[in-house]
């Protein structure tokens, strides 16, 4: 089976797609097909053993979209199947004019988000699918239906994202679950030398991701400026990296909230190996692959009670969570996390049991099996 993966982000950026893709991408290598990427990126990703075809983000919006979707069309007419994580709607229409069949992993509504990013739209993601909303909210999500009803499957990390699916008009026996991988954790020095490492000292919480609105970093900064003897470390770059910055600045937390800039996968989990927990705060989410990583090292997480996060984030047991917007609860649940040693222990200890069920092999081997039959449903 030849399978072209389409994703809009790729090592060394850190995100779910950057993870999921080339876990895929190795995993099916591993059983003997044939694998080829399409992705967007700022500069040539490093090699593989497979071909990995990339489009410059330094093009205008429009030029780029239709470079990928033209790419995608090119490189699906030497496949059997294309499986899109990201840029569903440039999958969708480059898979159809290669007439190929289509799976996707949906991890967001693209048009609640851009919708958001256009300012259209303030509310949470529950909202934006009852409201009629304006001729541009109408589009965007005419958009986004016709793409995902194309796919001949689609899977969705979480329960809670399937249900708002369905209610686009997919099938309901054409959605299916499954949940993000634990990653396959390697050899990570002691604690105590990455703590020294990222220049850690006391109890410090940590954030891997895109550095965007969705995450609500503000909201994370302002809880750790109420609670003096908490740290923040975050990983990652993103549109809100300088004002994030100069919002720290400006609350004179000088060294207590520390911008890392970008980095790999491994220094994700060295990170989070490091902390003391993960902090989420994000307004919305579906199933971020940055908590799975988090527990899989052994580190809990505190977030916002969002998406798909309680469907793995059980309060109490391995981690804290909170109401999303409320800086009042964000950090009464991180000073209590601080002054609270038995508790700060039981939560580390239920980390890496709680994921136990993830292996990445098993669900691997679930998207393989579904891009086997759509590519069978070529004949």
Request: charged share 25%; aromatic share 6%; proline share 7%.
């Amino acid at each position: 089976m030849r399978v072209l993966i389409v994703s809009g982000i790729w090592p060394p950026d850190v995100g779910g797609p950057a993870v999921h893709a080339p876990a895929l991408a190795a995993f099916l290598r591993t059983r003997g097909h044939g694998v080829e990427v399409v992705t967007t990126a700022d500069s040539a990703p490093g090699p593989e053993d497979y071909p990995v075809r990339w489009i410059s983000r330094s093009r205008s919006p429009v030029v780029r979209h239709s470079l990928v979707a033209l790419d995608v069309a090119r490189r699906a007419r030497r496949a059997d199947v294309v499986y899109a994580t990201s840029m569903i709607r440039r999958a969708a229409a480059g898979a159809g004019a290669a007439r190929r069949p289509l799976v996707v992993k949906l991890v967001a509504d693209e048009a609640y988000e851009r919708a958001r990013r256009a300012g259209l739209f303030v509310g949470s993601l529950e909202d934006f699918q009852q409201v009629r909303g304006g001729a541009r909210i109408r589009a965007l999500r005419r958009a986004r239906d016709i793409a995902v009803r194309r796919a001949s499957h689609v899977f969705c990390p979480s329960s809670y994202l399937r249900d708002i699916a369905v209610g686009w008009g997919i099938p309901a026996e054409r959605i299916s679950v499954l949940p993000n991988p634990a990653p396959i954790v390697p050899v990570l020095p002691g604690r105590d030398t990455l703590r020294a490492a990222f220049g850690m000292t006391g109890i410090t919480l940590a954030f891997a991701g895109r550095l965007t609105p969705q995450k609500d970093l503000r909201l994370a900064i302002d809880a750790v400026d109420r609670v003096p003897v908490i740290s923040l470390v975050l990983l990652g770059e993103g549109p809100e990296m300088a004002s994030l910055e100069a919002y720290a600045r400006e609350r004179g937390l000088g060294d207590r909230v520390r911008f890392l800039g970008g980095g790999t996968r491994n220094d994700v989990l060295e990170l989070f190996r490091a902390a003391d927990a993960s902090l989420l705060s994000s307004a919305w989410e579906n199933f971020p692959h940055t908590v799975v990583e988090a527990l899989a090292v052994g580190t809990p997480v505190i977030a916002t009670r969002v998406g798909g996060i309680p469907e793995i984030v059980r309060d109490g047991q391995n981690g804290l969570l909170v109401a999303p917007h409320d800086v009042d609860t964000l950090s009464d649940a991180v000073e209590r996390f601080a002054s609270d040693a038995g508790l700060r222990e039981s939560l580390a200890r239920a980390a890496a049991p709680s994921v136990e069920g993830y292996a990445p092999d098993l669900l691997l081997a679930r998207v393989e099996a579904e891009l086997a039959r759509a590519a069978g449903s070529r004949g």
